[in-house]
């Protein structure tokens, strides 16, 4: 029977033409995945991450219809946007409404990089400058040291049509190498085909958001089969 281990709720970016199919690549038998999509205006610069939350009750509310049994609010920079605690501010705005186990991307990706007792990481994103400091303040904040902060160079591509190998070349070329773990940061970038191959590369973890929210989604539903093809994170086998 279709989705009868879990029906999981994810609620992104309007934009966002990743998420969809990332989720369903890594999905475990007998899970679906239930999306709703929240309003992304890039020209609003960084206030479209509070355009995004304006009707996150309604959408939460629609994914109840669906009988879901948890949400990840699935949006990186929209779950750490206002500092530390906007993460769990959200996930509070949907908890409300949906009455159901919720978490964020970002709060998924803090757990993951503490789970892998990373304290000093790498990250790559597709952000400008200015978010990229927001998101540098934002894990800074739960105690993780930032070594580097790059910002992907998608020769004109938009990073959702980024080539794998241009991925890997610049994950490759981060900077110091004094770093315990590397964060590919965004919902909407590509990244789960090449977390395996750079792992091997780099001999150190490296989560994506995706990745990171799919394992917080697998412990909080109590799925305890390994996840095999997405790296080392989804190759655990315990559940709390």
């Known amino acids: ?25 890594m999905a475990p038998p007998g899970v ?51 500092g530390k605690g906007y993460n769990e501010w959200v996930e509070e705005r949907i908890r409300e409404v949906a009455q159901i186990s919720v978490t964020s991307t970002s709060s998924a990706v803090i757990e993951a990089l503490q789970n892998l007792n990373a304290r000093k990481i790498s990250v790559l994103t597709p952000y400008s400058s200015e978010v990229n400091e927001l998101e540098k303040k934002f894990l800074e904040s739960h105690g993780f040291r930032v070594r580097s902060i790059s910002t992907l160079d998608t020769h004109g591509l938009r990073h959702s049509d980024i080539d794998e190998d ?55 539903v109590g799925l305890t089969e390994p996840i095999e093809g997405f790296g080392s994170l989804l190759r655990e086998t315990s559940a709390s």
């Open 32 to 82: 679906t995945f239930h999306f709703g999509r929240l309003e992304h205006r890039p020209e609003l610069g960084l206030k479209k991450y509070e355009n995004m939350v304006k009707d996150l009750a309604k959408e939460v509310e629609k994914l109840g219809h669906g009988k879901v049994v948890a949400i990840a609010f699935t949006c990186t920079t929209g779950s750490l946007y206002g």
């Open 166 to 220: 241009l991925l890997l070349d610049q994950v490759k070329d981060l900077g110091p190498d004094d770093f315990d773990a590397v964060f590919l940061s965004c919902t909407g970038l590509p990244t789960i085909t090449v977390l395996g191959r750079l792992e091997i590369a780099l001999g150190k973890p490296v989560i994506s958001s995706n990745q990171a929210t799919m394992w917080k989604l697998k412990k909080m």
């Open 1 to 25: 029977m279709i989705g009868f281990k879990a029906r999981i709720g994810l609620l992104i970016p309007s934009t966002n033409v990743i998420a969809e199919a990332e989720f369903y690549a």
